[in-house]
């Protein structure tokens, strides 16, 4: 008896989307994305991810360039520190037991006359020979002082600073007429013991009427400029010579 048989397409049961296949859902589904308004997207999803800026490896030219910048600036700190010491306007050579009556006309003559900045010896950096520190005090200042007094001739070490002195304003054009013997109020030094060579000069004498008048004579503003500028462009040479 035959019958009607069961085709093999019946064996799978119908869609329940209607017969739409599951390419066209997956289709619809990607429009229906792609038709959201980028403007419910959160601000980060929108966002350009920005690029990492590479950070550069210093090279060895670079450390040898730095390395030369940081001794270029320390060379000109040092010159500025030595550009920052002063010259002097006077320098006074004492025997050592005359420090107290040095320290008295170094302040009559700064703050009575306004003849400043000025050093006493003794005040020179410790620590140092004193060849270097007469040195220094005779070409840092534009005057040198000689305290005479009493104790100025037992002190051999006097006796040698007044020779160098006075060698020094021979010798040196800028320096002429620098070297002022003094004859303080307190234990002065006779001029009939004072040597030769030191009567030859016009002492400043303290106790004379004529003090003040000798003072502005003396120490004036137009000399101290020209042994400073000398003394500068000296210091510059000498330190141009060391650096070639």
Not at 50 to 68: D, F, I, M, Y
Not at 74 to 89: Q, S, Y
Request: with cysteine; hydrophobic share 30%.
């Amino acid at each position: 008896m035959m019958g009607v048989g069961k085709s093999k397409t019946d064996a799978c049961p119908l869609s329940p989307s209607l017969g739409k296949s599951p390419g066209v859902e997956k289709s619809q589904g990607l429009q229906e994305s792609a038709s959201k308004k980028p403007d419910n997207l959160p601000m980060h999803d929108l966002a350009e991810p920005s690029p990492t800026t590479p950070v550069p490896v210093p090279t060895g030219e670079h450390k040898g360039a730095e390395a030369q910048g940081d001794m270029l600036e320390g060379e000109e700190e040092k010159e500025e520190e030595e550009e920052e010491e002063e010259f002097l306007k006077f320098v006074i050579l004492h025997a050592e037991d005359d420090t107290d009556e040095a320290l008295r006309v170094q302040n009559l003559l700064q703050n009575d006359f306004g003849i400043k900045p000025g050093i006493i010896f003794a005040e020179m950096p410790s620590g140092r020979q004193h060849l270097q520190n007469l040195d220094d005090a005779v070409n840092g200042s534009a005057w040198t002082i000689l305290l005479l007094t009493e104790n100025f001739l037992r002190d051999t070490w006097c006796k040698f600073q007044f020779y160098t002195s006075l060698m020094n304003s021979v010798n040196r054009q800028h320096k002429y007429n620098s070297v002022i013997p003094m004859r303080p109020l307190h234990n002065p030094l006779p001029r009939e013991r004072t040597p030769f060579a030191l009567r030859t000069i016009n002492a400043l004498e303290e106790d004379s009427r004529g003090f003040p008048t000798q003072v502005e004579r003396i120490f004036q503003e137009s000399v101290y400029q020209i042994q400073q500028s000398l003394w500068k462009d000296t210091r510059s040479s000498i330190r141009r010579q060391v650096l070639s």
